[in-house]
T-cell receptor, first 113, second 115 residues
């Protein structure tokens, strides 16, 4: 069964303290891995898509990387406005999961000034 | 990216009643999806809303409980029927603008509380 897990469940950082969030996945064939940011009371906001192992994407203080089993979201010198829940999602490449995007449980990030 | 509007943004409902959530997109999209996000949890796909045909439901979700309409390429509704407190959730409409990618764009969500 296709599955996505994320760790840690919650992360508290001091402003400027870099760290990484982990997303581990089990799918029969990966079509794409996605990172989203969700602020309280809002819908998820798309950040990145990664398609193959070794691929990297960057946006401001965020960098996403992908291996064959997991993805990391690196946050460099975070600011309080980076506080949010970060969701990882995968789209499987199988007949039984056509077009379905499966979300992980998320990591709640708090950046303290 | 598409602008997705949902109504209502929030509502408080009585047990046993039904509520219809509307999702309007500012451009034509092929694929629309309805997700549920229960308190403190991640997103679970309810169904894919297919234009011109019945919705495709995920395991654990049935048409009698969550009827969906998709009359055109910019609009869909999700009804939560015969509500119970367990239906208290955020319901999210999402779209895929490019059929060749899996990237989803979401509305702001509809927060339902069932008393």
């Amino acid at each position: 069964e296709d599955q996505v897990t994320q760790s840690p469940e919650a992360l508290r950082l001091q402003e400027g303290e870099s760290s990484s969030l982990n997303c581990s996945y089990t799918v029969s064939g990966l079509r794409g891995l996605f990172w989203y940011r969700q602020d309280p009371g809002k819908g998820p906001e798309f950040l990145f898509t990664l398609y193959s192992a070794g691929e990297e994407k960057e946006k401001e203080r965020l960098k996403a990387t992908l291996t064959k089993k997991e993805s990391f979201l690196h946050i460099t010198a975070p600011k309080p406005e980076d506080s949010a829940t970060y969701l990882c999602a995968v789209q499987a490449n199988s007949e039984t999961s056509y077009d379905k995007v499966i979300f992980g449980p998320g990591t709640s990030l708090s950046v303290i000034p | 990216s598409a602008v997705i509007s949902q109504k209502p943004s929030r509502d408080i409902c009585q047990r046993g009643t039904s509520l219809t959530i509307q999702c309007q997109v500012d451009s034509q999209v092929t694929m629309m999806f309805w997700y549920r996000q229960q308190p403190g949890q991640s997103l679970t796909l309810i169904a894919t809303a297919n234009q011109g045909s019945e919705a495709t439901y995920e395991s654990g979700f049935v048409i009698d409980k969550f009827p969906i309409s998709r009359p055109n390429l910019t609009f869909s509704t999700l009804t939560v029927s015969n509500m119970s407190p367990e239906d208290s959730s955020i319901y999210l409409c999402s779209v895929r603008q490019d059929a060749n990618t899996g990237e989803l764009f979401f509305g702001e969500g509809s927060r339902l509380t069932v008393l």
